[in-house]
């Protein structure tokens, strides 16, 4: 055996019993050691995920706690929350709401309407053009009525054409049914929490379940409600109002407010998040007080449900539902409410251990795909993948890689925030079969855009070449071998991308066995890499094409168009020498918005997005970008490493497509 091939086996070996250290102490983490059980089941087509402590039998009956996760994300989302709750006592139910996760049910069985409020509810008009009439693809209807709730009146949740919004608790109704007939719970001490997308489902539960007696007579009304980064409404939408018969009330609320909200809604349509967001009829409406209100205070009582506070979080809407902060008072809250059977302080949390953990395991994961593909190089049947690098004539200058990265940057970052928020919503694609994925459609078509350029640019490039008299081959673009230099090479793109397929599947291998033994896959806080139920893997076969053809492209005019002499230098200097400029480039147009959107926000100015496009081009894909960001930068290593060792493009592109569009179809949004 070769000695670089013995040590691949050895690193492969090392990546791999390091993966189940990881994933074996997460899951003891989440099992409290073993006090905890953690099952997975399925209410009707709706996914959840139990946490059972084993002091809630069904002689000593439990408090329970449904958690609802938000748009993008699935119940593996509300880990901090369940594990937290559940180390104290509480039994924890997070389900996969309609269109998420392992849930069959696509978003649509929400239900929409045909107009949208550009206000918060109670304070909009039709005279003002804050009550608008909406078009456009049935996605498009969909996404602009997540605040139009199933419970509201008639104006709000029914359009004009006959639809309607149907189940806004996204199946969190369904599932609090079953919490509540649990025999070891105490259906009178229940509570509901939802983040973003699930503040919405949590009012709509507790809605549902206002003034709700159970077979025996027990009252179930959930005692307490909390929203992290959740809207407000006016109190004649909710609270006892006469439009409802005073039956619809909710008890015990906490608002978790992110300073730094990306969504609109969520700072009440305002620029910023502000103490003049206390002095609102909107906010003290909710806390029940007037003329002075204060962040972080505790109004009316627990005893008769009209407890009320708005945390203010330093953090942005992502990242509230990690927030240590935010959990320690939501404890707090529950407690108040439910009275928590065990006294651990709110503030000792072992949750994000959990995460850093599993964000380990799938730092591994990936790694060990690069001794794998250094061992299968050496097989007969890939051996030729690997080719020399083009001559060094090929090289940019500086001055020429500088303007060659700058108009890359430019056009990536640019492009974003149109593209990708036309292409979730607008863009006229089948959608209801094959292309479902709401945050691949955005992707879908900004990639659109970016491959057109880049074609455009491969053309009049080659053309210009040819021109002066330095033709480029096939080769200098990665995508060519080197004892055919001016042909494409359709064999190194069939044996690079089933090379590829050799090295993603065997990391797709190890998700399922970490999902069988710890229940458990690789992710940080929102999903990365899941297993695929059969309709997810038919949509990643639609959406991979995009993604191959965009990889195979961006990595020919980054990886080989933008060749520097470190290129060529052998070592982990040589390596570190050109991956730095690959990752500039890769992640350039990605930074640039993310300048773009927080350094106004931090400001005290508001989200760049909304401020220099609108809030249409705000929201969903600028708060992407803290995800995205880390994502293109693991994806430039992973490109670069490939590169340098088989000459050419394919692998790493195909490595890389493989890989983005696993994250994309594997658990976020499906219509």
């Known amino acids: 055996m070769k000695q670089g091939v013995k040590k691949s086996w050895i690193l492969l070996a090392a990546c791999l019993a390091l993966i189940f250290v990881c994933m074996g102490t997460a899951n003891r983490i989440q099992t409290g050691g073993g006090s905890i059980t953690v099952t997975q089941g399925r209410i009707d087509d709706i996914s959840y995920k139990l946490y059972t402590p084993s002091t809630a039998t069904e002689a000593n009956k439990a408090p329970g706690v449904l958690l609802l996760h938000g748009y993008q994300n699935d119940h593996e989302t509300c880990a901090a929350y369940a594990i937290e709750l559940a180390r104290r006592g509480v039994v924890v139910m997070a389900i996969d709401e309609f269109g998420h996760g392992a849930t069959e049910s696509g978003m649509i069985q929400r239900g929409y309407t045909n107009h949208t409020v550009k206000v918060n509810y109670g304070e909009d008009s039709i005279e003002a053009g804050t009550y608008k009439t909406i078009g456009g693809p049935l996605r498009y209807r969909l996404l602009l009525n997540f605040s139009n709730l199933s419970f509201f009146e008639e104006h709000y949740s029914k359009g004009t054409d006959g639809s309607k919004v149907s189940d806004s608790s996204m199946g969190g109704v369904a599932a609090y049914a079953v919490l509540a007939t649990m025999d070891n719970v105490d259906p009178t001490r229940l509570a509901v929490s939802g983040h973003s ?7 709509s539960v507790s809605a549902v379940y206002a003034g709700v007696t159970d ?7 959930p005692k307490a409600t909390v929203l992290q980064c959740g809207e407000l409404f006016t109190d004649d939408i909710y609270d006892l109002s006469p439009i409802f018969g005073n039956k619809i009330y909710f008890n015990n609320v906490l608002l978790l407010q992110a300073k730094w909200d990306e969504f609109n809604y969520f700072r009440d349509y305002r620029n910023t998040v502000s103490d003049e967001l206390l002095s609102s009829p909107l906010r003290l409406s909710f806390l029940g007080t007037e003329g002075q209100a204060a962040w972080n205070t505790t109004y009316g009582s627990f005893a008769d449900g009209t407890a009320r506070r708005m945390e203010l ?22 407690d108040e409410a439910i009275d928590l059977p065990t006294e651990i302080p709110y503030t000792d949390q072992v949750a994000m251990t959990k995460e850093w953990l599993v964000l380990a395991a799938a730092f591994l994961a990936i790694l060990s795909m690069m001794p794998l593909c250094n061992i299968l190089l050496e097989t007969p049947l890939f051996k030729e993948v690997a080719q020399p690098l083009p001559p060094k004539a090929g090289i940019k200058k500086k001055g020429a890689w500088l303007r ?70 096939w080769q200098d673009a990665g995508l060519g071998s080197a004892d055919k230099p001016e042909k494409f090479s ?35 806080i929102w999903p990365f890499f899941k297993s695929f139920s059969l309709v997810r893997f038919g949509q990643f076969c639609v959406y991979i094409l995009f993604f191959a053809a965009f990889y195979i492209l961006n990595n020919s005019k980054i990886f080989a168009g933008l060749r520097s002499e470190g290129t060529y230098e052998k070592g982990f200097k040589g390596f570190m020498k050109c991956w730095w400029r690959y990752a500039l480039v890769m992640v350039g147009g990605t930074l640039l918005i993310i300048l773009i959107e927080y350094i106004p926000f ?70």
């Open 313 to 334: 979080l330093y953090t942005n809407h992502r990242l509230t539902t990690h927030h240590a902060g935010g959990l320690a008072t939501a404890l707090e809250w529950f």
């Open 197 to 203: 997308m699930g503040t919405w489902a949590s009012w």
């Open 215 to 221: 077979e025996q007579g027990r009252d179930i009304t």
């Open 490 to 524: 359709w064999k190194l793109l069939g044996k690079g991308a089933l090379l590829a397929l050799c090295m993603v599947g065997f990391m797709y291998v190890l998700v399922v066995v970490c999902e069988k033994l710890f229940q458990l896959d690789f992710r940080f």
């Open 602 to 671: 931090f400001a005290g100015l508001g989200p760049g997005a909304d401020l220099l496009f609108g809030s249409t081009f705000g929201g969903p894909f600028m708060s992407l970008l803290i995800v995205f960001a880390p994502q293109v930068l693991i994806f430039s290593l992973i490109g670069t490493h490939l590169y340098r060792r088989t000459g050419n493009v394919f692998t790493g592109a195909m490595t890389i497509a493989f890989l983005a569009c696993w994250i994309v179809t594997g658990g976020s949004a499906m219509l």
């Open 404 to 473: 060659g990265a700058l108009v890359t940057i430019l056009i990536a970052g640019l492009t974003y925030p149109f593209m990708t928020q036309l292409g979730q919503g607008l863009l006229p694609l089948p959608e209801t079969t094959l292309f479902r994925m709401t945050i691949g459609n955005g992707f879908v078509g900004w990639y659109s855009l970016l491959i057109i350029i880049m074609i455009l640019f491969t053309v009049f490039g080659r053309r210009k070449a040819r021109k002066a008299g330095t033709p480029l081959t």
